[in-house]
C-alpha cells in the first residue's frame, strides 16, 4: 500500500520559513514525478512545485518562484518543500502527491498524480 505523509507544517509570522516534508512508504518514486499542491480556504487546489524525477528538473508556480524550493532525496524517499518568505497569500493546507507516469508536459496537473498525502496546514500571519 502506498502511503505519503507529510510533515513540517504550522503557524508562523510573514517573511519566516517553513519546511515540509513528504515521505513516501509502499513504492519508489524515482523516476517519476513528485509534486505539491495547496489548497485555501474557499478556493481551489492549486499547484505548488514540482521535481520531474531524480536528476531532473523543478518546476514552480510564479506566486512561489524565488521563494520556494523542492527538492527530493529518493534513498529517503522523501521530498521537500523549503519555503522561505512567506505571505499571508501562503496560508493553506499543502499537498504532496506523486505520479507513476513519467511526464513533464502535465507536471501542473493534479491529474497527473495518482497517490496524494492527506495535507498539513500552513497558517501565516500578517
Known amino acids: 500500500q502506498v502511503q505519503l505523509v507529510e510533515s513540517g507544517g504550522g503557524y508562523v509570522q510573514a517573511g519566516d520559513s517553513l519546511r515540509l516534508s513528504c515521505e513516501a512508504s509502499?513504492?519508489?518514486?524515482?523516476?517519476?514525478?513528485m509534486a505539491w499542491f495547496r489548497q485555501a480556504p474557499g478556493k481551489e487546489r492549486e499547484f505548488v512545485a514540482a521535481h520531474s524525477w531524480s536528476g531532473g528538473l523543478t518546476y514552480y508556480a510564479d506566486s512561489v518562484k524565488g521563494r520556494f524550493t523542492i527538492s527530493r532525496d529518493d534513498a529517503k524517499k522523501t521530498v521537500y518543500l523549503q519555503m522561505n518568505s512567506l505571505k499571508p497569500e501562503d496560508t493553506a493546507v499543502y499537498y504532496c502527491a506523486a505520479a507513476i507516469t513519467r511526464s513533464t508536459s502535465r507536471i501542473r496537473l493534479s491529474s497527473l498524480y495518482d497517490y496524494w498525502g492527506q495535507g498539513t496546514r500552513v497558517t501565516i500571519s500578517s
Open positions: 509502499g513504492r519508489t518514486f524515482n523516476s517519476s514525478p
